[in-house]
């Protein structure tokens, strides 16, 4: 739970309050069973190296999408805080830095403690808006509950935005691999998506209900200045802490291929300080770059989902799946089933991709 938060009641306010908090709540049950099946490693089993280069590859884009999308909240939550839109570029600048001299650490112990920090960051921030809401705006409620005739291209973006919020997949290999017990994995799942659901359901339809017409994408734009001020205030942990922990892992991906089969990783030589430095320096770089080209964070958010949640929150599990049990698709009516849903699931993340990019890019030439 992190910066997806901050585009749903907006994305919730543009499909209205009925169809949005239906394609949340059928989207985490989607994210939820396809989150049973892990994908990191398992790369190399059916498309060989070259599938394995190509999902490697892709997960270092989706690691640095999200860089950027911290990158920008950072500058974002600055020009807030200090009530000084003019210096976006330098912010955006600032937040890089920040954010690669935090992450020049090789070994991030404590990272636990570092999200779950991060995590009530955000969670308190959002809070607090949705309160503020509340108190300022009593009589509010002239909210639409349904609404007839929008276009494609404006329904398909808040959908992106949401598909990305349940896009955790590409760490759950990962996360299962430290687990004491690996087995008990479907029950964090359960417990997360739970959370994660009512969470996001309360919040979008309070601050719909209460904003409105006011709604900002980022949701904490939403309230009055001095509550926007804390609200981006409380929230900036999360900003620094999560966008840290990303462009390390994505940096430690490619130090570890570069000096694969040698002793470089585990020595502190010049060689391998270096090389580290410099991975650090060209990944914030190549995210600050893509941060200066895409400026709106919904839109942002928009197209990480569609260019990159498609395939890992649906299309790659159900490969996966439909791959290891391949001899069983037909041995009972319950195989069968399963079989099929699999593959409606791949169908559809195919097709979330194909139009969600449509409706981003068209979304990036007019906006």
């Given at each position: 739970?992190?910066?997806g938060?901050?585009?749903l009641?907006?994305?919730?306010?543009?499909?209205?309050?009925?169809?949005g908090?239906?394609?949340?709540?059928?989207?985490s049950?989607?994210?939820?069973?396809t989150?049973?099946a892990?994908?990191a490693?398992?790369?190399?089993?059916?498309g060989?190296?070259?599938?394995?280069?190509?999902?490697?590859?892709?997960?270092?884009?989706?690691?640095?999408?999200?860089m950027?999308?911290?990158?920008?909240?950072?500058?974002?939550?600055?020009?807030?805080?200090?009530?000084?839109?003019?210096?976006?570029?330098?912010?955006m600048?600032?937040?890089?830095i920040v954010?690669?001299?935090?992450?020049l650490?090789?070994?991030?112990?404590?990272?636990?403690f570092l999200?779950i920090?991060?995590?009530?960051?955000?969670i308190?921030?959002?809070t607090?808006?949705?309160?503020?809401l509340?108190?300022?705006n009593p009589?509010a409620?002239?909210?639409?509950i349904?609404?007839?005739?929008l276009?494609?291209?404006?329904?398909?973006?808040?959908?992106?935005?949401?598909?990305l919020?349940?896009?955790?997949?590409?760490?759950f290999f990962?996360?299962i691999?430290?687990m004491?017990?690996?087995?008990?994995?479907?029950k964090?799942?359960?417990?997360?998506?739970?959370?994660?659901?009512?969470?996001?359901?309360i919040?979008a339809?309070?601050?719909?209900y209460?904003?409105?017409s006011?709604?900002?994408?980022p949701?904490?734009?939403?309230?009055?200045p001095l509550?926007?001020?804390?609200?981006?205030?409380?929230?900036?942990?999360?900003?620094v802490?999560?966008?840290?922990?990303y462009?390390?892992?994505?940096?430690?991906?490619?130090?570890l291929?570069?000096?694969?089969?040698?002793?470089?990783?585990?020595e502190?030589?010049?060689?391998?300080v270096?090389?580290?430095?410099?991975?650090?320096?060209?990944?914030?770089?190549?995210a600050?770059?893509?941060a200066?080209?895409?400026?709106?964070?919904?839109?942002?958010l928009?197209l990480?989902?569609?260019?990159?949640?498609?395939?890992?929150?649906?299309?790659?599990?159900?490969?996966?799946?439909?791959?290891?049990?391949?001899?069983?698709?037909?041995?009972?009516?319950?195989?069968?089933?399963?079989?099929?849903?699999?593959?409606?699931?791949?169908?559809?993340?195919?097709?979330i991709?194909?139009s969600?990019?449509y409706?981003?890019?068209?979304?990036?030439?007019?906006?």
């Open positions: 739970m992190s910066l938060v901050l585009a009641p907006q994305a919730v306010a543009v499909m209205r309050l009925i169809p908090l239906l394609i949340i709540l059928i989207l049950i989607l994210a939820g069973y989150g049973l892990s994908f490693d398992a790369r190399g089993i059916i060989g190296t070259f599938g394995s280069r190509l999902v490697a590859v892709s997960q270092c884009l989706l690691l640095i999408f999200i950027v999308a911290h990158i920008l909240s950072f500058s974002i939550a600055l020009n807030v805080i200090i009530d000084h839109s003019q210096c976006t570029v330098i912010f600048i600032l937040g890089s954010c690669f001299i935090l992450g650490p090789r070994t991030l112990k404590g990272v636990s999200s920090f991060s995590c009530i960051s955000i308190t921030a959002v607090v808006i949705t309160v503020a509340g108190i300022s009589d409620g002239d909210i639409k349904v609404q007839a005739h276009s494609t291209t404006t329904y398909l973006n808040p959908v992106m935005n949401i598909i919020a349940f896009s955790g997949h590409v760490a990962g996360l691999s430290k004491k017990q690996p087995r008990d994995f479907p964090l799942l359960v417990a997360m998506q739970t959370l994660a659901v009512t969470f996001y359901t919040i339809a309070v601050i719909c209460f904003a409105d006011l709604i900002s994408s949701a904490l734009d939403s309230a009055s509550v926007r001020k804390i609200g981006f205030g409380i929230a900036l942990p999360t900003m802490i999560a966008g840290v922990i462009g390390s892992v994505v940096s430690k991906f490619i130090y291929r570069l000096w694969k089969g040698t002793n470089v990783v585990h502190k030589t010049v060689k391998s270096e090389s580290w430095v410099a991975i650090c320096a060209i990944t914030w770089f190549v600050w770059v893509i200066e080209a895409i400026p709106k964070l919904n839109l942002l928009g990480i989902g569609a260019l990159f949640g498609s395939w890992f929150s649906y299309s790659i599990p159900t490969v996966l799946w439909l791959y290891m049990n391949y001899q069983n698709w037909t041995k009972n009516r319950r195989n069968l089933s399963i079989a099929l849903l699999n593959a409606s699931f791949l169908v559809l993340g195919i097709g991709c194909i969600g990019l409706s981003s890019g068209y979304a990036l030439a007019h906006g």
